[in-house]
Structure formats: structure tokens, C-alpha cells
């Protein structure tokens, strides 16, 4: 029976120089997407998967988003005095219980492996999942908890959710070196490659931002073994540790958004949007609108 998946890693130490200057005294993590931050889609994800410790791996300038998963008592009592119970519900919402919460500093950027490794002590000897804000799933179940219910169906190992893209692509990914489809959208991979050019890539599954990774993981991030881009690669880790982590990639039920590019960001917000009652029929309505202005406006051109 493998060990149950308690505790969640957030590397959220980037940056977001794509999204200057709005990120110029804000963390990218805490761009809404309609009206909560980008991260609160991550934690509220880890939390429907049963995760009980939250663990943010951030640098400099992002003492925002802690104070964001915190209580604000003054805000909550005005908002009661006022009356205002459906605001207050929501801010409740957001709040991560006393002691649940955990913040550690990745000095330098040296990659996401390194980043991982800072959270080392916190994680333990245990499985442990990461979520990477910046991917966001809207999927039901949630995608990480889609994740620890195939680990839990191979019976342990470091399992990464994965999905299909474009072989000009490959080189903007992990990519999975297949060896055998175990269960139905469960694979059992030879090897992970990051970041392969499109003629050499083993495949075009390719790894995005949600991980269920076992413990001996650390054990090659000590090392500090410098990868693609001269940083320290989560992948690379994950790829020495086959002998004894065997890796399988899950084709998760879903729809992701990298929200760490502008266009997938916009993307995020409309979908998200789509699957709100209370403003998916103006948007939609926003949206034709939109749509029929743009093609009369092609057709005028190409009339000209």
C-alpha cells in the first residue's frame, strides 16, 4: 500500500518578467484570473486532493502571497458588520488553517530541481505532490488528485501528468520516452528528456506542472547537477532515480492553461469565466459581439 500524499510543493520563487511591469511590485502568482490569484487555483486544487500542508518555495518580494492565504480580521469584521455574508464567505475561503502553511526561500534562481530541493527538510521521507502555479487545470477531479489516485494505482514511483503536443513543441517540455500504456491513460515511461529539439524527441507526451515525486528524489538534487539551461533540472532528477522510482506519465481528464504566457493567461480568464453562472451569459453574449464586429471589419478590408 503506498503512503498517503499529505504535503504539496509550490515553486513560486519566479520572477514574471513575461508580465512586466504588472509584476513589477506584485507577484506574478497573485495575477487574477477573474477574481482569484492564479496560486489560489493551485492551493484550492491541492486542498480538493486532500493535501494538508502547503509548502511555497518563493524568493524576494512575495510576502504578498502569504499574507494572502493569512486571515484579515479587520477586513472580515467589516465585512460582517456591513453584512456583506457572501464576500465574507469567499475570504474565509481563501484562508490556509494555523501552522498548515509553510514558506522557504530559494536564494538564487538555479531551476526548478533547486527549487525543489529547498523544500527538502519540509517534505521529509515521504511522497510528496508539486504543483506549478504558473499550469492551471480546470479539471474535476482536480488534476493532482487525478495524479495521487495513479500513484497509488502502480503502486508508487514518481508519476508526472502529461498530455500531447505539437512535435515543434517538444523543445518547450520535458518529454516522456514511452514504454507501455499500463492502464487505461496510465503510461510506463523508459526515460524523460528535457527540452529535446523536435527530430530527437522520444515522443511528444510531454510533462506539465503537476508531480507526485517519492522522497529519494532529494537524493539526487544534493547533488546539484547543472542540466538544461545551466540550472538544476527536476527532470534530470527525476531520470536518474529510475532504478529505483519507476516513472509514469497519467493523460489527466482536463483542460490546462499556462498562465505564465499572455495568451494563455487571457485564456484562463475566459474559460474560467465560461464555467461562472453569473457571468458566463454577458461574456458569451460579449463574446458574439466581439466576433461579429472583427468580421465585418475583415470584410470591409478585404472589400477595399
Same mark, same amino acid.
Given at each position: 500500500?503506498?503512503?498517503?500524499? /499529505?504535503?504539496?510543493?509550490?515553486?513560486?520563487?519566479?520572477?514574471?518578467?513575461?508580465?512586466?511591469?504588472?509584476?513589477?511590485?506584485?507577484?506574478?502568482?497573485?495575477?487574477?484570473?477573474?477574481?482569484?490569484?492564479?496560486?489560489?487555483?493551485?492551493?484550492?486544487?491541492?486542498?480538493?486532493?486532500?493535501?494538508?500542508?502547503? @509548502?511555497?518555495?518563493?524568493?524576494?518580494?512575495?510576502?504578498?502571497?502569504?499574507?494572502?492565504?493569512?486571515?484579515?480580521?479587520?477586513?472580515?469584521?467589516?465585512?460582517?458588520?456591513?453584512?456583506?455574508?457572501?464576500?465574507?464567505?469567499?475570504?474565509?475561503?481563501?484562508?490556509?488553517?494555523?501552522?498548515?502553511?509553510?514558506?522557504?526561500?530559494?536564494?538564487?534562481?538555479?531551476?526548478?530541481?533547486?527549487?525543489?530541493?529547498?523544500?527538502?527538510? @519540509?517534505?521529509?521521507?515521504?511522497?510528496?505532490?508539486?504543483?506549478?502555479?504558473?499550469?492551471?487545470?480546470?479539471?474535476?477531479?482536480?488534476?493532482?488528485?487525478?495524479?495521487?489516485?495513479?500513484?497509488?494505482?502502480?503502486?508508487?514511483?514518481?508519476? @508526472?501528468?502529461?498530455?500531447?503536443?505539437?512535435?515543434?513543441?517538444?523543445?518547450?517540455?520535458?518529454?516522456?520516452?514511452?514504454?507501455?500504456?499500463?492502464?487505461?491513460?496510465?503510461?510506463?515511461?523508459?526515460?524523460?528528456?528535457?527540452?529535446?529539439?523536435?527530430?530527437?524527441?522520444?515522443?511528444?507526451?510531454?510533462?506539465?506542472?503537476?508531480?507526485?515525486?517519492?522522497?529519494?528524489?532529494?537524493?539526487?538534487?544534493?547533488?546539484?547537477?547543472?542540466?538544461?539551461?545551466?540550472?538544476?533540472?527536476?527532470?534530470?532528477?527525476?531520470?536518474?532515480?529510475?532504478?529505483?522510482?519507476?516513472?509514469?506519465?497519467?493523460?489527466?481528464?482536463?483542460? /490546462?492553461?499556462?498562465?505564465?504566457?499572455?495568451?494563455?493567461?487571457?485564456?484562463?480568464?475566459?474559460?474560467?469565466?465560461?464555467?461562472?453562472?453569473?457571468?458566463?451569459?454577458?461574456?458569451?453574449?460579449?463574446?458574439?459581439?466581439?466576433?461579429?464586429?472583427?468580421?465585418?471589419?475583415? /470584410?470591409?478590408?478585404?472589400?477595399?
Amino acid at each position: 500500500m503506498t503512503q498517503r500524499i /499529505r504535503k504539496a510543493v509550490f515553486p513560486v520563487a519566479g520572477l514574471g518578467t513575461r508580465f512586466l511591469p504588472a509584476t513589477k511590485s506584485m507577484p506574478k502568482e497573485l495575477l487574477p484570473v477573474v477574481d482569484k490569484p492564479v496560486i489560489h487555483y493551485a492551493v484550492d486544487e491541492a486542498r480538493e486532493a486532500g493535501i494538508e500542508q502547503f @509548502i511555497f518555495v518563493s524568493s524576494r518580494g512575495k510576502s504578498a502571497m502569504e499574507d494572502h492565504f493569512d486571515r484579515a480580521p479587520e477586513l472580515e469584521a467589516t465585512l460582517e458588520a456591513r453584512g456583506k455574508t457572501e464576500g465574507l464567505e469567499q475570504l474565509r475561503q481563501s484562508n490556509v488553517n494555523a501552522g498548515d502553511m509553510v514558506f522557504v526561500r530559494q536564494q538564487e534562481p538555479l531551476g526548478l530541481g533547486h527549487a525543489i530541493w529547498c523544500a527538502r527538510h @519540509i517534505v521529509g521521507d515521504e511522497p510528496f505532490a508539486v504543483l506549478l502555479p504558473d499550469d492551471m487545470v480546470l479539471a474535476q477531479p482536480s488534476c493532482i488528485g487525478q495524479l495521487i489516485k495513479a500513484h497509488e494505482q502502480v503502486g508508487g514511483g514518481n508519476m @508526472i501528468a502529461v498530455q500531447d503536443v505539437p512535435r515543434e513543441d517538444t523543445r518547450k517540455y520535458g518529454i516522456l520516452d514511452l514504454e507501455a500504456e499500463v492502464s487505461p491513460g496510465i503510461f510506463r515511461a523508459r526515460g524523460i528528456v528535457e527540452k529535446p529539439e523536435p527530430d530527437v524527441a522520444p515522443s511528444t507526451i510531454a510533462a506539465i506542472g503537476r508531480y507526485v515525486l517519492e522522497p529519494g528524489i532529494f537524493d539526487y538534487l544534493d547533488r546539484k547537477v547543472l542540466g538544461a539551461g545551466n540550472e538544476i533540472q527536476l527532470t534530470d532528477a527525476i531520470a536518474q532515480t529510475m532504478g529505483s522510482a519507476p516513472l509514469h506519465g497519467c493523460r489527466f481528464d482536463g483542460m /490546462r492553461y499556462d498562465c505564465g504566457d499572455k495568451l494563455g493567461f487571457l485564456k484562463a480568464n475566459i474559460a474560467s469565466a465560461l464555467q461562472r453562472p453569473d457571468l458566463a451569459d454577458g461574456l458569451s453574449e460579449f463574446m458574439r459581439e466581439i466576433l461579429a464586429d472583427e468580421e465585418m471589419r475583415v /470584410r470591409g478590408q478585404s472589400a477595399a
